[in-house]
């Protein structure tokens, strides 16, 4: 036996039916926002981490430089030591070679205590 329904529960079943899609519609696009959400989070991570990885090797370029630069300043430090190392060894020299060796007066100061030392005889 067929059972027979009348117009008010079909009328139900029907709009029941559509309340279900719309539900699901609704289910449905939430999903899918859910997803775009998702999707534009996960660009926008992309996007930060490339930005990062860029970020990071030229911090290690620079790094490169300053290491470049603090190379430099040691070897010209390393030359201005040397350089006044050798200067406190010539100066030294000089000093020796003058405690050796006494300053001679200049020709006309010794012609004149010469010629005083005459006059006194």
Request: avoid cysteine; proline fraction near 2%; hydrophobic fraction near 30%.
């Amino acid at each position: 036996m067929v059972k027979q329904r009348n117009k008010s529960q079909m009328k139900e079943q029907e709009n029941s039916t559509e309340e279900g899609l719309n539900e699901m519609e609704l289910n449905k696009l939430s999903k899918v926002v859910f997803r775009v959400m998702i999707m534009r989070t996960l660009n926008t991570m992309n996007k930060h981490i490339e930005t990062m990885k860029i970020n990071q090797l030229e911090t290690k370029n620079h790094q490169v430089e300053i290491n470049n630069d603090i190379a430099e300043i040691k070897n010209a430090l390393e030359r201005v030591t040397h350089r006044l190392e050798e200067a406190e060894d010539w100066i030294s020299k000089l000093e020796d070679s003058r405690k050796n060796h006494p300053v001679r007066e200049p020709k006309e100061k010794t012609i004149k205590k010469q010629e005083d030392s005459l006059r006194e005889l």
